[in-house]
């Protein structure tokens, strides 16, 4: 931890250093407070120019602080900025690479902001839980109007330089070395024009044609448009009632008031849950054992059977830069192939999240081809054929023979041994699972599967790999169903129980979105299929109980949304779940026949103890037996890969804070 100082002309360039991502700690901004009070206190200084070292300008206020309320006299980020706006010289922020959250907020505290083009801009806190709370919510919206400023900070996605530039973020974007264009910045306004507070801006509504008489419709707008306060919303409401005050109320009236928001969430226990995911996410590559050496890069790929599974991996190696060739014998389902490619590329054309060349590059960059001997060259294979023991076992002799020796060869089963398919193979230490997540070009979970003569370098490739395909990548055992669908199993079994007690999958189902979850048990059922359940319990002994209703739901070919009716039936072309009397009355005979009585009483309680019980009852013997590294993997898995709701910090964090507050 280090600020740097160094005079230039009469200019004080202040350099953040603070590594790895120059934090602005309750520590780093005491001392960054004591820099700042001695150039204020220097007459030769005339202008300070804030820059970061470490390749970044700043991450933000750190993130670990927020466990504690500061105890009296620390200094905070707050502190540092109040500097700052109280200084009667010209601050200049000469940014680069990443300035989020307090970093950002910093940044708008100066009187002019110059950046490096390519620097990302953003206000991550809402993901935290939180809010701006450094004068983020009181100087964004005077500087680019409160519409921009509501939809960046309610997202929490990164501004493009040129685009924050536009918005009037940045004064100005550099090809590089933003400190020297901010002392050249400096030499010109020197006279004219030293200081421009942000602060004494007023805020624009920013939406052509409304003035700002307007702002009691367009708050009321916002909160509607953002998801109610107990299903993940509470910060977001917060954020909008920041924004009316910034248009409403003086500069200090309105900080006062975001302050008091942001003190209010830091505290919350869904803002604890959401940084406790985000800590999560950052442990999952420190793996016991495993070096932080660099693996060697994957430059090029191979897939394996082009259906739903293998063209998503595809795109998403695509769109990650990494040319792929798959393989797949049925010309037809080529064609359906190619035709999904194509259009999840044209899709993102006219989402205008693609241009039409970098489409096409992409939807170049995957090559179809019939024959397993077009792999020779890849760094990597993933095998996504049917889930079928032989025919996997087939697949990684013939790649083993075929690849280059140093190419590792990684298999996308939900359920199937690793370790019987690296047999099939003269490397198996180049063997693992790679379980990727329908769809697999959009799913951020990606369950690493290492095998038992898996090697250290392998893994460590895979853990790289992840972080390139941008998703998390979550190291789990070789064990039946790995982490996420050995839980899925369970749950999946306590909803059945709950609705052979009579209670009605629908309840079940809207309890357990209430909950928070992406989508119900029963609807999620219907929409992998029942028939995909069935086959794996079949041949699973490690799955606890059989219930007798999944027998008879499959006998009866009721397989979910793809015979048109499962748990739920459905119209004809639609997805929309429609409860069923005939469901119901199978779910009566069979609980008869197993002699379960009917409970009335069952409460929406009960629903999610039962549920999430079971989620966690698994998970513990997860990290118990070794399958699972720790309790946040498992949390990760289940936010990222099932739709736990991450404001409930995934399952084992739920269980925690359930214990702690019992
Ligand atoms: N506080 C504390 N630690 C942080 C941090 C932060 N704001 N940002 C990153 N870190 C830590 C990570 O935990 C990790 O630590 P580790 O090495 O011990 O695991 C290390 O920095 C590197 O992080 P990444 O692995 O994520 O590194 P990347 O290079 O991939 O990404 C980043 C860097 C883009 C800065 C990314 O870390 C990030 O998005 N950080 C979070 C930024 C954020 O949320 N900022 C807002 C903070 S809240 C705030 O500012 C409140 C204010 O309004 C008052
Ligand atoms: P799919 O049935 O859509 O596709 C399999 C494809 O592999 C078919 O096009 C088939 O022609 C091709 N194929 C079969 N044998 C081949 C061979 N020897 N060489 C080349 N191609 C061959 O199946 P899906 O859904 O894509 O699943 C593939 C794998 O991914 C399975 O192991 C499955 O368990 C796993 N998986 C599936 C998920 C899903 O939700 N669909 C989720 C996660 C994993």
Known sequence: MNVAAVDRAGVRVVTLDNPPVNAISFAYSAALVATLEAAEADTGVHAIVLTGANGLFSGGADINDFTTAPAAGTKTIRDVIATVEKSAKTYVAALEKTALGGGVELALACDYRIAV????????EIKLGLIPGAGGTQRLPRLIGAQDALQMMLKGDNLD???ARKKGLL??????????????????VRERAPKRRTSARRTELGIAGLALFATPFVVAQAHKMVPPEDRGGFAAHKLVDAVEAS?????????????RLFDELVRSAPSAALRHVFFAERELGKIPGLEPAAPPAISSAGVVGAGTMGTGIAIAFANAGIPSVVIEPNDDQIERAKQMVFGMFAHQVQRGRLTQEEAWERGQSIRFENELGELAQADIVVEAVFENMEAKKAVFAQLDAIAKPAAILASNTSTLDIDALAAMTKRPERVLGLHFFVPANIMKLLEIVRGKDTSAETLATAIALAKTLRKVGVVSANAFGFIGNRMLFDYARAAIGLAEEGVAPERIDRVMKDFGMAMGPFAMFDLSGLDVFWHIEQGNPQVRSRSAIVDRLY??????????????RYEKGSREPIPDPVTIELLREEAAKAGIAPRPDVSDAEIVQRLTGALIAVGEELVRTGVALRPGDIDIVYVYGYGFPPHRGGPMWYASEQLAHA
């Open 247 to 259: 248009i409403e109320l003086e500069f200090p009236r309105g900080l006062a008031r975001e302050y």
């Open 161 to 163: 330089a040129e685009e």
């Open 171 to 188: 004064d100005e974007v550099v090809a590089s070395d933003a400190v020297a264009a901010a002392l050249a910045l400096i030499a010109r």
């Open 555 to 568: 006998r009866e070919k009721r397989f979910g949304q793809k015979t048109g009716a499962g748990i739920y």
């Open 117 to 124: 083009a390519g620097t990302k801009f953003g206000f991550p």
